[in-house]
């Protein structure tokens, strides 16, 4: 299994981003850096160049970009600036080395797959195929993330919704959480439902988020893509950056090895 180190774990940190991949790359256990939006949102060529040299230096790739990408608003009247987003990730994409650009189907939180609004739906639709059209471009690939409450947060939706667009350039970012639950799967039940489409994954570990269904999933899952390495990369991802990002990925590297291995993990205390 290839680990992948996602910048928003960076998000309350003080050191400079190159700093803490320096310190990430020295744990020996991280191959590539998942490139959160607002850590190269100001970068021009030259930069995103030198930070993907750096990165090079380390033996790090950057597989992937990451942003809002496909959240749109229910009001539907934010798609020009989707768009612009859209042109703009793929030009960083593309000056990184990146391959993947990461999306939400969808407004996170408002709508998902298991009752979907028919004109939001359709519009959000047609708003991927736009996506695709222009990240093909840069022969770039949209990872859509499968977020719970999304177009993606069940494995018959997320189907539907990439047969709906219909490009050849779409995946899949496996994100566990209670999205298999909704489809009646556990996590290896989903993973295989989706399989042939998964290019990412993400992975919970510092804090849990919905410990009650990941936990489970993971050790289901886990030994599984150890014995078929699959290819894809598994980001390690610290939303909340409440700890130090360097402890997050260390943490987050010993969680995967352990239940990877057929280890048990406990609970979070209180749950």
């Avoid at 209670?178 to 570990?205: C, E, N, T």
Wanted: net charge negative; with cysteine; proline share 6%.
């Amino acid at each position: 299994m290839k680990l992948c180190f996602n910048t928003i774990a960076c998000r309350n940190a003080k050191e400079p981003l190159v700093e803490i991949l320096g310190q990430v790359a020295e744990l020996g256990t991280y191959r590539a850096v998942e490139l959160w939006m607002p850590d190269i949102s100001p970068m021009d060529r030259q930069k995103a160049r030198d930070l993907a040299s750096f990165c090079k230096e380390k033996g790090l790739d950057l597989p992937i970009v990451s942003s809002l990408l496909g959240v749109v608003n229910l009001q539907m009247t934010n798609l020009k600036e989707q768009l612009e987003l859209c042109r703009k990730l793929s030009s960083l994409a593309n000056w990184l080395g990146s391959k993947l650009v990461r999306a939400f189907p969808g407004w996170v939180g408002e709508v998902s797959s298991r009752n979907p609004d028919p004109e939001y739906y359709s519009f959000l639709v047609r708003a991927f195929k736009e996506y695709c059209k222009i990240l093909a471009g840069d022969n770039l690939t949209i990872a859509m993330e499968t977020h719970r409450d999304t177009m993606v947060d069940t494995a018959e939706g997320a189907l539907k919704f990439m047969a709906d667009i219909g490009e050849p350039n779409q995946g899949f970012i496996l994100q566990l959480g209670i999205v298999p639950r909704w489809s009646g799967m556990d996590g290896l039940q989903f993973y295989r439902a989706l399989q042939k489409h998964v290019v990412h994954m993400h992975l919970h570990p510092y804090p849990w988020q919905e410990h009650e269904d990941n936990l489970p999933n993971y050790a289901l899952l886990l030994p599984v893509l150890k014995k078929e390495n699959p290819g894809f990369y598994i980001s390690v991802e610290n939303c909340e950056g409440l700890v130090h990002p360097v402890e997050a990925a260390r943490y987050g590297a010993e969680l995967i090895r352990t239940l990877a291995d057929g280890g048990k993990v406990e609970s979070p205390k209180g749950s």
